[in-house]
């Protein structure tokens, strides 16, 4: 018969059973539940091949990210990110605090009206008609609050320029490459795997640029058949997205009209109106998620 938890064990030891054998049968028992479980996971993966696959990409990529990290070119990249997230973070905390207030120039707005037909209402209140439940919601919104999106509306990245924010040089020099950063319309016209690049085109000016991103560069053929709408920094030697991205397929009936609309007649300055249009579309469109 099994002993009592508090009677001396079987084992002659002189030890009461909870403290000794009851203890090593605890330990059997949860390495062979251990053991059952491994083998349950190494059936279920072996039936899965889907599942497989998606451990070796895995490990493909976690190897991939070891041999970039001793690179010089994503070691800057890195500390470029962090310093941008740092930055981020204070502009985002100065907006919750009531530090800043979104302001609009009428006269531009009014000289502007008649070729955009906007109204002034909408504009103001744009802020509000971000969904902020969803992650391209909350990204859209301090977007629009952070960098320089139209010349009539200011942002925080300026405040912080003339509010002298910053002591540190590179906060500094890094703040006046937030303000002078692109906004647009990307095709990805080429990816470098080993080196973490990838080549940008701009829609509409042909700009082109060479960014560095780890996860564009590693996504294969995929990127030929989409069209990027994202944010581009260039600080120093470093090129790189900010997080914004709107992702369309080029056989999308809408990007394909809206690229017709407005190659006709392109101006930069009317970024804002572009931003907004293909947000609204974007974000009613979860499958583009």
């Known amino acids: ?24 049968g605890l330990d059997r ?8 479980q491994a083998l349950e996971e190494l059936e279920e993966l072996e039936e899965n091949t889907s599942t497989h696959e998606l451990m070796i990409i895995n490990a493909i990529n976690k190897m991939r990210r070891i041999s970039l990290d001793k690179k010089s070119h994503i070691k800057e990249y890195d500390k470029a990110r962090k310093l941008h997230g740092e930055i981020v973070d204070s502009m985002v905390q100065y ?60 942002c925080i990245t300026e405040d912080f320029i003339q509010n002298h924010r910053y002591r540190r040089v590179d906060k500094l020099e890094f703040l006046q490459s937030m303000l002078d950063s692109k906004l647009g319309l990307f ?8 080196e973490a690049y990838a080549y940008l085109k701009e829609v509409f000016s042909g700009a082109e640029y060479k960014i560095t991103d780890i996860g564009l560069s590693g996504s294969g053929e995929s990127f030929a058949e989409v069209y990027l709408y994202t944010r581009i920094i260039q600080y120093k030697s470093v090129c790189f997205g900010t997080g914004l991205n709107f992702i369309f397929a ?40």
């Open 95 to 154: 907006y919750e605090s009531g530090k800043f207030g979104q302001k609009q120039t009428i006269d531009y707005i009014a000289a502007h009206n008649h070729k955009k037909k906007l109204d002034f209402k909408q504009l103001h209140l744009l802020q509000s008609e971000f969904d902020l439940e969803t992650r391209v919601g909350v990204q859209s919104l301090y977007d629009l609050l952070v960098y320089k999106v139209a010349p009539h509306m200011n």
């Open 250 to 289: 080029k056989d999308d009936s809408f990007i394909k009209n809206y690229i017709s609309r407005y190659k006709k007649n392109y101006a930069p300055e009317e970024e804002l109106h572009r931003f907004i249009e293909l947000y609204n579309h974007y974000s009613q469109h979860p499958e583009y998620e």
């Open 1 to 24: 018969m099994k002993p009592g938890r508090n009677q001396p064990c079987p084992c002659g030891s002189g030890k009461k059973y909870k403290k000794c054998c009851y203890l090593k």
């Open 187 to 194: 095709e990805v016209v080429g990816v470098d795997f080993k």
């Open 29 to 36: 028992a949860a390495e062979t539940a251990a053991q059952l």
